[in-house]
């Protein structure tokens, strides 16, 4: 059996168990208790591990926030979703079974999976992410690349050719705001890299912490005329979203971010 999943308890970081596959990560299996709609999250084929065993019989424990783990082909977790129970689970108290079991939680996610965000973790259980490999994806499959690459565990290199706080952004590849992301993600931490998701994120990542720290300068590689990203008077400009990148420029100059076209 593979083991595809883990969950990890947020107190002490075990691991509690294995397991084979997981349904409800997306939130579509729900449950409405009290008038209060809860994610239900099933683990087949789920294992308990044995030092989270003598753990809980040692500190007469429970459980209640917890991450939902995936794992490469190897078994080691390469990011995680988090989540809450409705009420805390002493596992102490109701015994762990034997073998292989199907464990069944009620509580909520933080952040729901989406379908495409699940397709891009199966992509990272055997390799880590090639340059410029989101280029190639829907915008739907760009949103999913931001999310995995903003819950992937931070085991990617930032990339070897940046220094000096300059990084490189190929114009031709950026179409909108998420494509803008990617790039700008892989530009600062490698591919696969994070920096921002949304203008709040990129607020965040500004303010360090997240592989570069103002100021700093973007270049803008091959700008030329059939690219639809450009940069006029240190603004960058895309018209089919505009009002996005207007704000986004206000966010660079308030944060000493320069724009160069090359």
């Given at each position: 059996m593979v083991n595809k999943f883990s969950l990890i308890d947020d107190e002490s970081d075990l691991v509690i168990g294995n397991c084979s596959d997981l349904i409800g990560l997306t939130g579509n299996c729900t449950e409405k208790i009290d008038n209060e709609v809860f994610h239900k999250i099933t683990l087949l084929d789920f294992r308990f591990n044995d030092d989270f065993k003598v753990y809980c019989k040692k500190t007469k424990t429970y459980i209640n926030n917890l991450y939902l783990a995936i794992l490469n082909n190897e078994g080691n977790p390469i990011g995680s979703y988090y989540y809450y129970l409705k009420e805390p689970h002493y596992f102490h108290r109701y015994g762990f079974g034997e073998g292989l079991t199907k464990l069944e939680l009620i509580g909520t996610i933080l952040q729901v999976a989406s379908e495409e965000g699940l397709e891009i973790w199966e992509m990272r259980r055997s390799s880590l992410p090639k340059r410029n490999l989101w280029t190639i994806l829907s915008k739907k499959q760009r949103i999913g690349w931001l999310e995995v690459a903003r819950l992937h565990y931070n085991t990617i290199p930032n990339s070897p050719?940046?220094?000096?706080?300059?990084?490189?952004?190929?114009?031709?590849?950026?179409?909108?705001?998420?494509?803008?992301?990617?790039?700008?993600?892989?530009a600062i931490n490698g591919p696969g890299g994070y920096?921002?998701?949304?203008l709040l994120s990129l607020k965040d990542c500004l303010c360090g912490g997240f592989g570069a720290v103002p100021p700093f300068t973007i270049h803008l590689r091959n700008g030329n005329d059939s690219s639809k990203l450009r940069v006029n008077n240190n603004d960058l400009v895309l018209e089919e979203d505009e009002t996005f990148f207007q704000q986004l420029n206000d966010l660079l100059l308030v944060n000493n971010v320069t724009l160069i076209r090359e």
């Open positions: 050719d940046q220094q000096n706080g300059k990084y490189d952004i190929e114009a031709s590849n950026v179409s909108d705001s998420s494509s803008f992301f990617c790039a700008l993600g892989e920096y921002g998701f949304d």
